[in-house]
């Protein structure tokens, strides 16, 4: 059965210290692996895409990176504003995994000033 | 540019009244998707839609639930003679015609049963 596994599920920073999120996934054939940010009562927001191992991508103090079993949320010198849940999710080559996301459950942010 | 539109944002039911819930897609946007998520646990798929058209409804309960897509006009996914555990976070998301490299979300219909 297909999986996604977030850890850590909660995480607290002190404002700049700098930390990681993981996801790690077992699927057969992946085709991208995504990164959402979700607010309290808001849907999530798409942050990125990763398709093969070895592929990074930066957003701001976010950088994404991505290896045959898991992937790393790096956040750097983190704000307050960076404080949401993060979710991964795994889109499969083929079949209904296809069009459908499987997510993780998420990890809970919570940068302190 | 709009993005996923859904409404209402929050939606309060009785138990046994049946709840309609909208989303329109994105402009440009043909294939629906429609997530729950369920308190302390993660968003999980339940039907995808094309216009008039059910591809996949495979996540979706069988009994009470059901999804619609029209030629005009939003999607909607409906619930009849809704009970307790039906109280979720709702959410739309839409793609292109041709294959997707981003999904994106509505903000969600927030469902609550009393």
């Known amino acids: 059965e297909d999986q996604v596994t977030q850890s850590p599920e909660a995480l607290r920073l002190q404002e700049g210290e700098s930390s990681s999120l993981n996801c790690s996934y077992t699927?057969?054939?992946?085709?991208?692996l995504f990164w959402y940010r979700q607010d309290p009562g808001k849907g999530p927001e798409f942050l990125f895409t990763?398709?093969?191992a070895g592929e990074e991508k930066e957003k701001e103090r976010l950088k994404a990176t991505l290896t045959k079993k898991e992937s790393f949320l790096h956040i750097t010198a983190p704000k307050p504003e960076d404080s949401a849940t993060y979710l991964c999710?795994?889109?499969?080559?083929?079949?209904?995994?296809?069009?459908?996301?499987?997510f993780g459950k998420g990890t809970k942010l919570s940068v302190i000033p | 540019n709009a993005g996923v539109m859904q409404n209402p944002r929050h939606l309060v039911r009785r138990r046994g009244q049946e709840a309609r819930l909208r989303c329109s897609p994105m402009?440009?946007?043909?294939?629906v998707y429609w997530y729950r998520q369920l308190p302390e646990e993660g968003l999980k798929f339940m039907v995808y839609?094309?216009?008039?058209?059910?591809?996949?409804e495979s996540g979706m309960p069988k009994e009470r639930f059901s999804a619609e897509f029209p030629k005009e006009g939003p999607s909607i996914l409906r619930i009849q003679q809704v009970v307790r555990g039906d109280s979720a976070a709702y959410f739309c998301?839409?793609?292109?015609?041709?294959?997707?490299?981003?999904?994106?979300f509505g903000q969600g219909t927030r469902l609550t049963v009393v």
């Open positions: 998301a839409s793609s292109p015609q041709t294959g997707w490299t981003e999904a994106f």
């Open positions: 699927v057969s054939g992946l085709r991208g």
């Open positions: 990763l398709y093969s």
């Open positions: 999710a795994v889109q499969l080559l083929s079949g209904a995994g296809s069009y459908q996301l499987t």
């Open positions: 402009k440009g946007h043909s294939h």
């Open positions: 839609l094309q216009k008039e058209n059910i591809i996949d």
